[in-house]
C-alpha cells in the first residue's frame, strides 16, 4: 500500500505540474494577443487622428470626430467579442487542461 500512494501522489503532482505548465503557456500567448490588439489598436488611432487635418469639410470633419470617439468607445467590447468567439476557444483547443478554470486568461502573479 506505501508504494501505491506514492505512485497516486505523483500521479497527482505530474498532473498539476502538466496544468500549470499549460495554464502558463496559455497566459503566455493570451498575453501577446492583448499586446499586439492594443499595439495595433493605438496605431490605426493615431493614423486616423493624423488625417483629420487634411479634410477640409467641416461636415466630414465632424462625422470622422465622432467616428473616432466612437472607435475609442468600441474598443474593449470588440476586444472581448474577438477573445469570446476566436482566441478563446483556439486557446481551450491547444490546452485541454485549463479549459474550466475560471482564472484561465488572468495571469497570476
Not at 500521479?11 to 499549460?22: M, N, R
Not at 495554464?23 to 499595439?39: D, G, M, P
Not at 493605438?42 to 462625422?63: D, E, K, Q, R, T
Not at 482566441?87 to 481551450?92: E, M, N, T, V
Amino acid at each position: 500500500p506505501p508504494t501505491q500512494s506514492n505512485q497516486q501522489k505523483e500521479k497527482i503532482q505530474s498532473a498539476d505540474e502538466q496544468l500549470q505548465s499549460q495554464l502558463y503557456q496559455r497566459h503566455e500567448e493570451y498575453h501577446t494577443f492583448k499586446s499586439i490588439y492594443n499595439a495595433c489598436f493605438i496605431v490605426v488611432m493615431m493614423i486616423w487622428g493624423c488625417l483629420f487635418p487634411l479634410i477640409h469639410s467641416n461636415a466630414l470633419s465632424s462625422i470622422l470626430g465622432v467616428l473616432w470617439i466612437g472607435g475609442w468607445m468600441i474598443f474593449a467590447p470588440l476586444k472581448r467579442e474577438i477573445v469570446i468567439k476566436k482566441i478563446g476557444p483556439k486557446l481551450d483547443a491547444k490546452y485541454p487542461l485549463t479549459v474550466n478554470r475560471i482564472d484561465k486568461n488572468k495571469k497570476v502573479k
